[in-house]
């Protein structure tokens, strides 16, 4: 099947996105960037968000993942290259990443960071899952 964006990119369209996507570079063929998000649960979103954006419009990266960081490369194999269905990922990648990516000063509230939960929110002891300083035995059975 063929459709508009899995036309192959000239080399000046590719150098003006390039320009327009910060962090963007080619690697061996390939749109590639790596993000670095404030933790697992962040990255993991992340990746969450693209791959449904990636299945609606049936084009799907290369991607990996090591604890906060993603590294992605593009490329329309059908098509041998970089095409405008790259690009469009890219943006939308972009746009997901903003809302992943850490804040330069995050918003706290009570059991969150950057819109996480904190780690110490959860007691692992006994393998309660109750908030912190929770009275775990209120919550036990009694038998």
Wanted: aromatic share 10%.
């Amino acid at each position: 099947m063929f459709t508009f964006g899995a036309i192959l990119l000239e080399q000046s369209d590719l150098d003006q996105a390039l320009m327009e996507l910060p962090g963007w570079t080619l690697e061996a063929g390939k749109l590639h960037r790596e993000y670095a998000f404030s933790d697992f649960v962040a990255a993991f979103g992340f990746m969450t968000g693209t791959a449904l954006i990636a299945q609606g419009i049936c084009h799907h990266p290369e991607w990996s993942n090591h604890f906060n960081t993603v590294r992605i490369d593009l490329v329309t194999n059908d098509s041998g290259g970089i095409t405008w269905l790259d690009l469009r990922m890219a943006q939308a990648m972009e746009e997901l990443a903003a809302r992943w990516l850490p804040d330069e000063s995050p918003a706290e509230s009570p059991g969150r960071s950057n819109g996480f939960i904190k780690r110490d929110f959860f007691q692992d002891r006994r393998g309660s899952l109750l908030p912190a300083g929770s009275d775990a035995s209120a919550a036990t059975p009694q038998g």
